[in-house]
């Protein structure tokens, strides 16, 4: 009787029924890794497609749906042309206004929402962002002290370890992340500009950024040598380019969150808590080809594209995107 209903109102059992299937972290994990290594090596509009068909099948699976909308959002550049680009941008606001108005968990609605927000800026709409933000709740104190002295108190020391560990790397991060953001109003103030590029080499020196999340540290040396680059200062834009280069260009593979011997109990927090996992947003390969085009493509170091300094971290950033493919290669004879 069912298939009958079912074709007789083009619909498939599940639709008739009301079941709404979901997927579970782990699974959701495992897809979104697929699928970033499949934009990397299928056609764009294949991958999107089948991305389509997964949110249609899962539409009230929110934690995927934010995951999907984030998968756009690192991707949209790989489109043939600018309006599919910002055709996608506006799926993935879409799906993050969806999570945000009918999900039931109010952290990650609190997320989509920023994320929405940040869907504008990339729209051109920064009206509408304020609006949007006004809607978070206003600034509350970090709950992780009280939150290790309750597990502290109950005599779980690891647990109180994690929480005081997970909440010091988000904050540091965060921090870093306020002070790349200051730089953009600081380049007609070139001692502010220069006191905010020594604050963040202190913060990247001391807690070891490079090795905790390098992929923060190469997005605060392109902001510092393009803010010295708009000041013409071009020794100090090289040196900073030439920093990045070296980073880039590093032991920093496979790219992915990590602790220390200080952060001891972060990898834990991060395989628990981060939906997505350890693992970067992007296929490595795609990775290494943004960050040679984070130099090349920027508008403020096309006056340096015939100095021989320039011209070698060039080289040497293009030579990194083809290690990808040989790692790659590699880990398939294996």
């Known amino acids: ?34 699928l970033s290594a499949e934009f990397a090596e299928r056609p764009f509009e294949t991958v999107m497609e089948e991305c389509t068909e997964i949110v ?46 009918s999900g039931d968990d109010p952290v990650l609605a609190r997320e989509a929402l920023q994320m929405e927000a940040y869907c504008c800026l990339i729209l051109s709409e920064p009206e509408k962002v304020p609006e949007l933000l006004e809607r978070l709740e206003p600034f509350t104190s970090s709950p992780e002290p009280l939150l290790a002295s309750a597990y502290q108190m109950t005599g779980n020391r690891k647990e109180a370890e994690k929480v005081l560990q997970a909440g010091m790397y988000k ?43 390098p992929g923060q540290v190469l997005t605060a040396y392109i902001a510092m040598a393009q803010g010295w680059a708009l000041l013409g200062e071009q020794e100090k834009a090289l040196e900073n380019l030439e920093k990045y280069t070296e980073l880039a260009a590093g032991g920093i593979y496979p790219l992915r969150l990590r602790g220390d011997a200080y952060f001891n109990r972060l ?3 991060i395989d628990e808590s ?15 080809h943004s960050m040679t085009d984070a130099v090349t493509g920027n508008p403020a170091f096309q006056a340096y594209a015939e100095n021989p300094r320039f011209r070698r971290l060039v080289k040497r950033l293009r ?16």
């Not at 099948?57 to 042309?81: G, T």
């Not at 055709?87 to 945000?100: D, H, N, Q, S, T």
């Not at 040989?326 to 004879?333: A, N, V």
């Open 56 to 101: 249609k099948k899962y539409y009230s699976c929110y934690p995927l749906l934010f995951e999907i909308a984030a998968l756009f959002l690192n991707h949209y550049m790989m489109a043939d042309s600018q309006e599919r680009s910002l055709e996608i941008i506006r799926k993935a606001r879409g799906l993050f206004r969806r999570v945000r108005d």
């Open 274 to 288: 981060l939906d997505t996992g350890e693992y970067p947003p992007r296929d490595e390969a795609v990775i290494r």
């Open 171 to 213: 904050n540091i991060v965060a921090l870093l992340n306020l002070h790349v953001s200051y730089m953009g109003l600081c380049t007609d103030a070139p001692e502010t500009f220069a006191e905010t590029c020594r604050r963040v080499e202190q913060m990247i020196f001391t807690f070891e950024l490079k090795h905790l999340h």
């Open 319 to 334: 030579e990194n995107e083809e290690k990808s493919g040989s790692r790659k290669m590699k880990q398939e004879e294996n």
């Open 267 to 269: 990898e834990e927090w």
């Open 1 to 34: 009787m069912l298939p009958r209903l079912a074709s007789y109102f083009d619909m498939s059992i599940d639709e008739l029924i009301g079941y709404e299937p979901q997927m579970e972290t782990a699974d959701i994990r495992r897809l979104y890794r697929r």
